[in-house]
């Protein structure tokens, strides 16, 4: 029997109010943002949230499929055609189907939110995405009893994308969740930012944002989302099983096999900014902890 699967949290809950800022006040510029950012009370080093440049947030990107350089996407990526754009949706579901991308967002709430994102190389920005919560578009659709993953799939399209051709990752890009992660109210699928859609280097039309987790899970240009029993396979898992886990939460106290992962370089910071400490889930400690409660993890990297 199908069941809405409903996490008891929502977004309000795990909200701090200067997290969430409205575009007038981002527009309005950064000293909009710090007094917004009292709004909560306690000082917290989310107070900082200021966000980086839209020049730096869409010129220094990871997305393999069209390079590996940082560089590379923002030079590449304008080859993808994101319209039409239609999602699959299959797997433990009510309604699977194929979803045109408008049919989704004619669908779902969006709303602009402010988020750390903590790359696995160590290096950080803080971007003001539009979104949805992915829960909005799971619930549609009906989790089915049983449904204990979320699997994501990127296009693959060697026409379009120069960087499949070359075989560091094994094509298409995949990425998963857990059901309870994918349900979180953090948890968003992005399509815009700074107000304006998405740029494809970025993946449009509709990517990820996982903020609490190491950026490669935040995965792009969707085509695919499949709910699962078992625990899906991974793209840079099965490229390196040592050295990225299926969980990939932000934490300083875990090292990466070959680098610390106690601090991050902020881009944009300039020539003389001083490596940040890097926060226990990225910052995000209070509202997703209860996730891992009994887990170890050391093991569960
Ligand atoms: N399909 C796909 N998604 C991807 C990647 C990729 O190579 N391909 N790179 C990941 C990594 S390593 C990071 S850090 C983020 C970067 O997102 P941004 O370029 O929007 O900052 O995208 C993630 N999503
Ligand atoms: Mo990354």
């Known amino acids: 029997m199908a069941r809405r699967y409903q996490s008891k949290l929502t977004w309000d809950d795990v909200t701090p109010e ?30 900082a949230l200021e966000p980086n440049t839209w020049e730096e947030i869409t010129t220094y990107n990871n997305f393999y499929e069209f390079g590996t350089g940082k560089g590379d996407p923002a030079a590449n990526a304008h080859t993808l055609t994101t319209s039409p754009w239609s999602v699959e949706i299959d797997g433990l579901v009510d309604s699977p189907g194929t979803y ?18 903590r790359c696995v190389e160590a290096w950080s ?24 993953y979320v699997a994501f799939e990127t296009a693959l399209r060697p026409d379009e994308m120069p960087g499949v051709n070359v075989p560091v990752l094994d094509w298409p890009y995949r990425e998963g969740l857990r059901l309870d992660e994918a349900m979180h109210p953090l948890t968003i699928m992005a399509t ?4 304006r859609e998405i740029p494809n280097q970025n993946g449009a039309p509709m990517r990820l944002v996982v903020p609490w987790k190491y950026g490669f899970k935040s995965i792009k240009s969707i085509v695919r989302i499949t709910l699962t029993e078992e625990e899906p396979p991974t793209s840079w898992n099965m490229a390196n099983p040592r050295e990225y886990g299926f969980y990939s939460n932000v934490n300083p106290n875990v090292s990466h096999p ?30 997703v902890a209860g996730l891992y409660e009994g887990m170890d993890l050391e093991a569960n990297f």
């Not at 045109?100 to 994102?117: A, G, K, L, P, T």
């Not at 803080?126 to 049983?146: H, K």
């Open 125 to 148: 920005m803080v971007i003001p995405w539009n979104g949805f919560e992915l829960a909005d578009l799971l619930n549609r659709v009906g989790v089915q009893d049983g449904a204990r």
């Open 258 to 287: 070959r680098w610390s992962q106690a601090s991050e370089r902020r881009i944009g910071g300039g020539l003389f900014a001083r490596r940040e400490p890097t926060l226990m889930f990225n910052g995000y400690e209070e509202e």
């Open 18 to 47: 200067r997290l969430f800022l409205n575009r007038r006040q981002i527009m309005a510029g950064t000293g909009a943002l710090l007094g917004a950012g009292l709004i909560g009370g306690r000082a917290t080093a989310q107070e």
């Open 100 to 117: 045109s991308f408008e049919d989704i967002m004619s669908d779902v709430e969006v709303e602009e939110r402010i988020y750390r994102f």
């Open 192 to 195: 815009g930012i700074y107000g």
